[in-house]
């Protein structure tokens, strides 16, 4: 087992040890957060007809119709109603909305531009051939991939399928995460804090950025600092793909969480990881599941979810869209404490003339939780960096949408 490593290092060894979950077929009602696990093709055009985009009047135009245009009214067409009738020159069909094309026609006039005498409406301005049409097919063509394999699914994807008439999609399934969150001196909410306790609060963020990420969740609200105990919870999520403790991960005499990992049979693959916040960090393997043993401290555990359980899970899904690469900052914000290992700042992303400024949430510790709310970029100091400047230039990685 290698014991302090970078994290690009691993992260390599993580992913290449993970391969997608199994496949199936869904109701599309049920699709929501799930990922494609197959292109999905039209089978139909869309819009399957030659519509109209408002409410008007449907007529044959040319380009020198007189100014104004007088036009016989023979028929009306609401949405929903297709018109055997035949337009000719001279003549005009009342249309709605999202109504059909009648024969014959070759353009709509709005509404506005008009005015009703009977049967009989004048045109104002008279339009040219095709305006105000929307083609059959102009949207998607018959035969179009609409999404393709690794695609993770959301609403407006699910209501494009429904457009075209899809009702079932072939997806992965969701992953299976067990979360444990160890600790003596942990209590869950609802009850009287005893004395030298604390609250846990890891159980609840790590939960729902886990069901951010499309995955079901299996919680073991809290492990004692025993290994029995430990193995017992391991034992009860044993049949999840995937396994997230926090707590018990440092060096301290309570630290159990690596003994208990190789007790219950991982092959462990590292211990730390050269960053902070979140350096004790240990990862296992047994046969396809893996572990994660993340720091108890609530601030340290989201950070390294995000640079290192994230990216597991996204390829455990199925996902194939490239997670976004690092992308230059402006400090808007100095941070005063030089430091020998490679630092991820939380920090809020402000937008100025083209340029995404850093601005850093006030405290910093690996144990406040508070930092993390508002923060949208991870802002990776290289190690042995000095303090960080006020318009300093440096990298950074979004955080993933959970916090929008």
Same mark, same amino acid.
């Given at each position: 087992m290698k014991i302090m490593i970078e994290l690009e290092e691993a992260l390599e060894l993580v992913l290449a040890r993970i391969q997608p979950v199994e496949t199936e077929y869904i109701s599309l009602a049920d699709a929501n957060r799930h990922v494609l696990a $197959?292109?999905?093709?039209? $089978?139909?055009?869309?819009?399957?007809?030659?519509?109209?985009?408002?409410?008007?009047?449907?007529?044959?135009?040319?380009?020198?119709?007189? &100014?104004?245009?007088?036009?016989? @009214?023979?028929?009306?067409?609401?949405?929903?109603?297709?018109?055997?009738? @035949?337009?000719? &020159? +001279?003549?005009?069909?009342?249309?709605?909305?999202?109504?059909?094309?009648? %024969?014959?026609?070759?353009?709509? @006039? &709005?509404?506005?531009?008009?005015?009703?005498? +009977?049967? /009989?409406?004048?045109?104002?301005?008279?339009?040219?051939?095709?305006?105000?049409?929307?083609? /059959?097919?102009?949207e998607i063509q018959e035969g179009d991939i609409l999404l393709k394999r690794g695609f993770y699914l959301t609403p407006p994807a699910i209501g494009l399928f429904a457009a075209v008439g899809i009702n079932q999609v072939k997806v992965y399934r969701r992953p299976r995460v067990g979360l444990l969150s160890t600790g003596s001196e942990l209590m869950d909410v609802g009850q009287p804090l005893y004395p030298g306790k604390i609250y846990n609060s890891n159980s609840y963020t790590l939960r729902g950025m886990l069901q951010e990420a499309g995955c079901e969740v299996l919680v073991i609200p809290i492990v004692y600092d025993q290994i029995e105990d430990t193995l017992d919870a391991l034992e009860k999520v044993a049949e999840a793909d995937v396994i997230i403790s926090t707590g018990g991960a440092s060096v301290g005499d309570y630290d159990i969480m690596r003994y208990a990992l190789a007790q219950f049979g991982c092959d462990m693959l590292f211990w730390k990881l050269n960053l902070k916040p979140g350096t004790p960090v240990s990862v296992g393997q047994k046969g396809k599941q893996l572990f994660f043993s993340l720091s108890g401290n609530p601030a340290a555990a989201m950070v390294t979810f995000e640079l290192l359980v994230r990216p597991a899970l996204r390829k455990l899904a199925g996902r194939s869209t490239p997670e976004e690469a690092e992308f $230059? !900052?402006?400090?808007?914000?100095?941070?005063?404490?030089?430091?020998?290992?490679?630092?991820? %700042? &939380?920090?809020?992303?402000?937008?100025? #003339?083209?340029?995404?400024?850093? #601005?850093?949430?006030?405290?910093?510790?690996? +144990?406040?939780?508070?930092?993390?709310?508002?923060?949208?970029?991870?802002?990776?100091?290289?190690?042995?960096?000095?303090? !960080?400047?006020?318009?300093?230039?440096?990298m950074a990685r979004w955080i993933a949408d959970w916090e929008s």
């Amino acid at each position: 087992m290698k014991i302090m490593i970078e994290l690009e290092e691993a992260l390599e060894l993580v992913l290449a040890r993970i391969q997608p979950v199994e496949t199936e077929y869904i109701s599309l009602a049920d699709a929501n957060r799930h990922v494609l696990a $197959q292109d999905v093709i039209s $089978q139909i055009a869309m819009p399957p007809f030659a519509r109209s985009p408002l409410d008007g009047y449907a007529y044959l135009a040319t380009e020198v119709d007189p &100014r104004p245009l007088q036009l016989n @009214v023979v028929s009306e067409i609401p949405a929903g109603t297709f018109s055997e009738r @035949v337009i000719t &020159r +001279g003549e005009a069909a009342k249309i709605f909305t999202g109504a059909p094309i009648p %024969l014959g026609a070759n353009c709509v @006039v &709005r509404m506005e531009d008009t005015e009703l005498m +009977g049967d /009989k409406v004048t045109i104002s301005r008279p339009v040219l051939p095709g305006s105000n049409i929307v083609h /059959k097919g102009e949207e998607i063509q018959e035969g179009d991939i609409l999404l393709k394999r690794g695609f993770y699914l959301t609403p407006p994807a699910i209501g494009l399928f429904a457009a075209v008439g899809i009702n079932q999609v072939k997806v992965y399934r969701r992953p299976r995460v067990g979360l444990l969150s160890t600790g003596s001196e942990l209590m869950d909410v609802g009850q009287p804090l005893y004395p030298g306790k604390i609250y846990n609060s890891n159980s609840y963020t790590l939960r729902g950025m886990l069901q951010e990420a499309g995955c079901e969740v299996l919680v073991i609200p809290i492990v004692y600092d025993q290994i029995e105990d430990t193995l017992d919870a391991l034992e009860k999520v044993a049949e999840a793909d995937v396994i997230i403790s926090t707590g018990g991960a440092s060096v301290g005499d309570y630290d159990i969480m690596r003994y208990a990992l190789a007790q219950f049979g991982c092959d462990m693959l590292f211990w730390k990881l050269n960053l902070k916040p979140g350096t004790p960090v240990s990862v296992g393997q047994k046969g396809k599941q893996l572990f994660f043993s993340l720091s108890g401290n609530p601030a340290a555990a989201m950070v390294t979810f995000e640079l290192l359980v994230r990216p597991a899970l996204r390829k455990l899904a199925g996902r194939s869209t490239p997670e976004e690469a690092e992308f $230059q !900052v402006k400090m808007a914000g100095c941070f005063g404490r030089p430091g020998k290992q490679r630092r991820f %700042l &939380r920090a809020q992303a402000v937008f100025n #003339d083209g340029v995404i400024w850093a #601005d850093l949430a006030p405290a910093q510790g690996s +144990g406040i939780l508070r930092s993390m709310i508002g923060s949208h970029l991870l802002v990776d100091v290289p190690a042995n960096h000095g303090p !960080v400047e006020v318009g300093e230039l440096l990298m950074a990685r979004w955080i993933a949408d959970w916090e929008s």
